[in-house]
């Protein structure tokens, strides 16, 4: 079964990778950075105070959010993320996106190598019900396509 979800487009592409969630803000730059070193090159989340994502591996992911939080360098964060290899591949934010990580995935579009796909306003529903791991597609259009398991069909 698929589900589809339709948001407003902020960079534009199409892309098919699995999801990564977070029903909490994603706070940029406490996920992204590592001791000594201004970014962690393997793209391995850091942030404690995020207990769905620490840990985990981010980079051609799908990254599901309500919003990102803290620190004024998020954009620039995401934009050496996305220059290492270790960005997301999109974000699908379930609120409107902030002005920081817009401008992340702006730069990503314009200067990098790894664009990061950025659609927003996906509404509560898409968060409450996306999954880690389930296949998302997301087109040039917004619209966000998601495999989901019928649990009517699944055997018992």
Avoid at 25 to 54: C, H, I, W
Avoid at 106 to 121: F, K
Avoid at 122 to 144: A, C, M, N, P, Y
Wanted: with cysteine; aromatic share 6%; net charge negative.
């Amino acid at each position: 079964m698929i589900k589809r979800y339709k948001g407003r487009v902020v960079v534009p592409g199409d892309v098919i990778a699995e999801a990564l969630v977070t029903h909490t803000g994603f706070n940029t730059l406490a996920n992204l950075k590592t001791a000594g070193s201004f970014l962690n090159p393997r793209g391995v989340l850091q942030d404690m105070n995020n207990p769905e994502l620490y840990g985990k591996k981010m980079p051609g992911k799908i990254l599901c959010l309500p919003e990102t939080i803290g620190s004024t360098t998020g954009g620039m964060v995401l934009y050496c993320a996305s220059v290492m290899g270790v960005g997301p591949a999109c974000m699908l934010f379930s609120k409107k996106a902030d002005t920081l990580a817009v401008a992340g995935a702006v730069l990503t579009a314009n200067w990098s190598e790894h664009p990061i796909i950025l659609v927003d306003d996906l509404g509560d529903e898409f968060l409450q019900e996306i999954k880690e791991g389930q296949r998302i597609h997301v087109k040039e259009d917004g619209t966000v396509l998601v495999e989901c398991e019928d649990l009517f069909d699944a055997a018992p």
